[in-house]
């Protein structure tokens, strides 16, 4: 009896509420009473590295997400979601797999968004979150090599694979006549990867690659590899690489000794740094990255705007629809376990359902509660195929006056 007073009073003195910190939807304490807690999780990008320049609009993208369903008060009884940043550095395995797992023991995340590189994405969710029972959703990661790698029903991305992107790259080129290019690509898995998928197509729709070799970022001089380049020529030069490290050197060495003065640039080279970096030298080159025309693109610019970050640039609207899809997952799963959640993230990206855009997270919430079917398009118009693949759609870009343009969507 002295136990049960005592209980009642400790309630009375700390205000009735009790607060447990925990990773599992289905984290009791002792005695099997469910109790509230805050909701924490990873936005693990790359705040450093050859695409820095990106991440900041990316993690943004993510956290709208998030403030949107806390702005709510609709998400599992009112819980709060918490973001909590961790740095891939896009190409140090070492470096994400150890952010990964301070971000899963020590501060306790539910999910991921992230990884962004393909090459530590896939260390992330081979060496951390597959151990661990952790759903990620990568925005950006798209080399082929993840189509395939063991992920227990826990890997997705609202990005499309390069499998999908070299066919698009392909289709360009042909459109403007282009019909010899020499390639060069990073030295990892997102490069090879995406120069395997360009050469494939494009040489199967009567297109010649002149030479296909790989670059190192961080290089203070890429003359050798310009020099092989030039001398295999062709009518553009094909970049697959990143905008903030060696594919700017590619491209700013091939201007200064006159070897190319049209380039291609797939998704990674693709930010406003790149143009600022090389200046007028840059205008009629070419490109295209992941995006949509759809009323969620447009809803969701405008939502970028208001929060003060750009919302039509590379992996920013992929990063919303990647927060939004775990925590409408976690909604239907009635749990923040990704072992209860992860099987409902494709349904709740695909019809059937009632269709859901930015800025109303908060409706599908409450819907999902009612059970009512929604097909999230989100601000990518995402669906998912093949086990948790973006089937994809992208904006070709040309660069006009010191600016990425969009001049047609595929």
């Known amino acids: 009896m002295k136990k049960i007073l005592l209980a009642v009073v400790l309630v009375i003195v700390l205000g009735g509420v009790i607060i447990f910190l925990g990773r599992h939807g289905d984290d ?14 990873g936005v693990i990008l790359g705040y450093t590295g050859p695409i820095e320049s990106l991440t900041p609009d990316m993690a943004a993208g993510a956290e709208l997400a998030m403030k949107e369903v806390n702005d709510s008060g609709a998400f599992m009884d009112g819980l709060k979601v918490t973001p909590v940043r961790g740095d891939t550095t896009c190409t140090d395995a070492q470096a994400a797999t150890a952010t990964t797992e301070r971000l899963i023991t020590s501060d306790k995340i539910s ?3 992230g990884g962004d590189c393909s090459g530590v994405t896939t260390a992330m969710l081979e060496n951390v979150a597959l151990a661990n ?6 925005p950006s990661a798209t080399s082929p090599a993840l189509t395939t790698v063991k992920d227990d029903g826990l890997f997705f991305r609202t990005a499309p694979s390069d499998a999908r992107q070299g066919q698009v790259v392909t289709d360009i080129l042909m459109d403007r006549g282009i019909k010899t290019a020499a390639m060069t690509y990073t ?6 990867g995406l120069a395997d998928s360009i050469k494939a197509n494009y040489t199967a729709a009567g297109g010649t690659i002149t030479i296909n070799i790989p670059h190192e970022d961080g290089k203070a001089d890429y003359s050798a590899e310009v020099g092989s380049l030039a001398q295999a020529g062709g009518d553009i030069l094909i970049v697959a690489g990143y905008l903030d490290q060696g594919g700017k050197g590619i491209i700013q060495t091939s201007l200064d000794n006159g070897a190319f003065d049209r380039f291609f640039m797939p998704d990674g080279m693709i930010g406003d740094s790149l143009p600022e970096a090389i ?7 070419i490109g295209d990255f992941p995006g ?11 939502m970028a705007s208001d929060a003060g970050f750009k919302g039509d640039g590379p992996f920013a609207p992929e ?11 976690m909604q239907k799963a009635k749990s923040t376990n990704s072992q209860d959640f992860k099987g409902y993230i494709e349904g709740i990206a695909n019809a059937p359902g009632e269709k859901v855009y930015p800025g109303e997270l908060g409706k599908a919430l409450k819907m999902i509660d009612q059970g009512t079917e929604i097909d999230y398009v989100g601000a990518s118009a995402v669906e998912l195929v093949n086990g948790g693949e973006s089937a994809g759609n992208y904006r070709e870009i040309e660069v006009q006056n010191g600016e990425n343009v969009t001049v047609k969507f595929r």
């Not at 949509?292 to 405008?302: K, N």
């Not at 927060?323 to 997952?329: E, V």
């Open 279 to 285: 200046g007028p030298a840059l205008n009629g080159s």
């Open 292 to 302: 949509t025309d759809s009323p969620g693109a447009a809803t969701f610019q405008s």
């Open 133 to 138: 029972g952790v759903v990620m959703i990568s």
């Open 28 to 41: 009791k304490p002792e005695g099997g009473v469910e109790v509230a807690r805050d909701v924490k999780i």
């Open 319 to 329: 990063s919303y629809d990647a927060a939004a899809l775990i925590m409408l997952a």
């Open 111 to 113: 999910a991921i968004v």
């Open 187 to 192: 030295n990892n898995d997102y490069g090879k």
